[in-house]
């Protein structure tokens, strides 16, 4: 899975032999929920990363088969980001395919640290227009790109 957006239920995930796997663009445990590439960019991260992940039925947490880290260019916005590591995630699983279907992805992945974990909730149309996202888009130091429409 990639973007889906909602979670999935447990049938789906007990479906597949070799599990379910999900490209998530950020270096989890940090920044799990909808928004993790506009939420590093906001904190002015100089790095992140793609993970790919078992899908569990919490959010973004099941345990991590492959990570990679990459710097954030210094131009980059957000939705530019986000293409980037999810091209990145895709080549990663699909260089790893043969470990996936043999098992030994399941073996290999590490559960997450509970204690590390931090939340990238959905950027609001509220958020977007406080004073401190208006302050930071006007001045050219957002990164973020453009209003959401929620």
Not at 31 to 55: E, H, K
Not at 66 to 74: D, F, G, I, P
Request: charged share 15%.
């Amino acid at each position: 899975t990639a973007a889906y957006g909602n979670m999935l239920p447990s049938a789906f995930l007990n479906t597949p032999r070799h599990g379910v796997l999900n490209i998530h663009p950020s270096l989890l445990p940090k920044y799990r929920g909808a928004a993790p590439v506009q939420r590093a960019v906001q904190d002015g991260v100089a790095t992140t990363g793609v993970s790919v992940a078992f899908s569990v039925l919490k959010c973004d947490a099941g345990p991590i088969f492959l990570q990679e880290e990459t710097a954030v260019l210094e131009d980059e916005q957000a939705p530019e980001l986000l293409d980037r590591l999810f091209k990145q995630g895709a080549q990663l699983l699909v260089g790893n395919m043969q470990r996936v279907w043999s098992g030994e992805a399941a073996q290999l992945a590490q559960q997450q640290v509970e204690a590390e974990a931090t939340h990238a909730a959905k950027v609001r149309r509220a958020q977007w227009m406080s004073s401190k996202c208006l302050q930071q888009c006007y001045c050219g130091c957002s990164k973020i790109a453009t209003v959401p429409e929620y």
